[in-house]
């Protein structure tokens, strides 16, 4: 291996990565010491690895090249160096959530997710960092801190998968496995300047991920709305990821699911809505912008692009109003993020304002299951709109939040105390899960992609939603809007 590759070969998708490795341009042992290299110089000021499993990655990569050598049949990320989000059980490595009281825990076994990950070669390098009990837009938590944003230390990378995002974003991995349940992978990877992936729900098994695992109802739980992500510096790296972990558990019969194949492979055949704004959800000038700079390379590829059809199947407030009940109802398992003090400024905030976020997410945690069986009727009749919308479109454009990566706040207690700026104007920090919740309720993939900077010099992007088992038309899609604008981009103060 030349030293050039060696000072280049982190920064390349984990496509690029993998035909290195299968032409024996570089081997997983090597790779891994690159990455374990620039975690040692560059992590402690980003805070984004928090468990580096050394002598782990070290065996599994000399297997990996040993494996290589004898000519085995190899997986499709066979040798790849990655990490995982904090919140999968990982067999051997300290697993914590951002919880206090498993701080300690090392799973005695991994999370599906993880498994087929392995099987397929990937070498884990480590754990990345999130807000306690994945329960946050910030990475943040009483065990291990915040995570920093690459392109800015003093904001956030977001969250729940800021730290998998500021990895990925830096070159301290190839990519990063999380999940999400509101914008958990997507958010981040804006804030960050990556490709973000939310899958189509229930389509990756989340057994093993907390919540629920460890604990009621244990590991064998799944959690309404969660689903599998990828954070990746790559478009297409997202499908390697996706191939290697989708389909059902093996109790789950005999029936298969495989990744459909995208409605269009080039810009020009793409049926495309935009939804560029809303008065309920405000975007800022840069996110403005991009949306725009989005829609010009559409128009100018031939694409067919409609803004804001008046088929949209649902009323942004109310899709917001409903994803509060149903991911609060979700959280409720999970009691450890509840402690005297962020429950009286949840009980405060509430009292203070009946109609808010706050009373909204204490009616989804108390709710009756009864409540809560009308709630997921109304959800499943909403998704049934989307899959009819799609009929239509193939993919529609969104902003991912009101604009670029905030700055860090210092209230992890009192989620529903805390406002951002969207064009001076003060806004409810919840208001960056609005655009990314839509997905999320109606159970669809979506994909982030970066595509300007913001006046401030921090990455834009904007999303796009797809069909249900829709996950490669929106992939191929943010590929496609890649080559036309550029991609990912090198944090400045890590060229």
């Known amino acids: 291996m030349s030293a050039t590759i060696s000072d280049s070969i982190v920064w390349l998708p984990a496509a690029d990565q993998l035909a290195a490795l299968a032409a024996t341009d570089v081997s997983s042992a090597e790779l891994v010491e690159l990455y374990l290299a620039r975690i040692e110089a560059h992590n402690k000021s980003l805070n984004a690895i928090v468990t580096v499993d050394t002598d782990g990655a070290r065996r599994s990569a000399r297997e990996a090249d040993a494996a290589r050598a004898r000519g085995d049949r190899l997986g499709p990320l066979h040798g790849l160096p990655i990490t995982v989000k904090d919140s999968y059980e990982t067999a051997g490595i300290r697993t914590v959530c951002g919880r206090p009281d498993l701080a300690d825990y090392v799973p005695i076994q991994d999370a599906e997710a993880v498994s087929r990950l392995r099987r397929a070669g990937a070498v884990i390098l480590g754990k990345t960092n999130l807000p306690t009990g994945n329960q946050d837009v910030q990475a943040s938590n009483p065990v291990f801190g915040r995570t920093n944003n690459p392109w800015d230390t003093a904001r956030t990378s977001g969250g729940s ?84 972990t989708v389909g059902p558990l093996n109790p789950d019969g005999g029936f298969s699911y495989t990744l459909a194949p995208p409605r269009a492979t080039a810009l020009k055949d793409f049926r495309v809505a935009v939804w560029a704004d809303d008065p309920n959800c405000p975007i800022d000038g840069d996110a403005r912008h991009a949306i725009a700079e989005t829609v010009s390379v559409l128009r100018n590829a031939g694409a067919r692009v409609t803004e804001h059809p008046a088929t949209i199947p649902i009323d942004l407030a109310e899709s917001h109003k409903l994803f509060l009940s149903l991911v609060f109802a979700a959280f409720s398992v999970d009691r450890s993020t509840i402690s005297p003090r962020s429950a009286g400024a949840l009980a405060m905030r509430a009292m203070r304002n009946p109609h808010g976020d706050a009373a909204a997410a204490l009616r989804g945690t108390t709710q009756s299951h009864r409540g809560w069986l009308f709630r997921d009727a109304a959800r499943r009749e909403i998704a049934s709109r989307w899959v009819r919308f799609f009929t239509e479109f193939d993919v529609l454009l969104l902003p991912v939040t009101p604009g670029a990566a905030p700055p860090h706040h210092d209230s992890d207690h009192d989620l529903f105390g805390r406002t951002i700026l969207v064009d001076g104007v003060q806004r409810s920090y919840w208001d960056q899960t609005k655009w990314n919740a839509l997905a999320n309720i109606a159970g669809t993939p979506a994909t982030t992609m970066p595509v300007s900077t913001s006046a401030g010099g921090l990455p834009v992007g904007v999303q796009v939603m797809g069909p249900p088992g829709g996950d490669r038309t929106t992939i191929e899609f943010a590929a496609l809007i890649a080559e036309a604008l550029g991609g990912y981009r090198v944090p400045p103060q890590y060229r």
């Not at 960050?192 to 739980?221: D, E, F, M, N």
């Open 161 to 244: 998968a800021g730290g998998g995002a500021a990895a990925t974003a830096a070159g301290l991995t190839s990519f990063d496995y999380g999940s999400e349940i509101g914008g958990s992978t997507r958010i981040p990877a804006h804030f960050c300047g990556l490709y973000g992936h939310k899958s189509t729900w229930q389509s990756v098994p989340l057994v093993g991920h907390i919540p629920s695992a460890p604990g009621i109802p244990g590991r064998w739980g799944e959690s309404d709305m969660a689903c599998a992500g990828v954070q990746a510096r790559g478009p297409r790296d997202i499908i390697a990821a996706l191939e290697a």
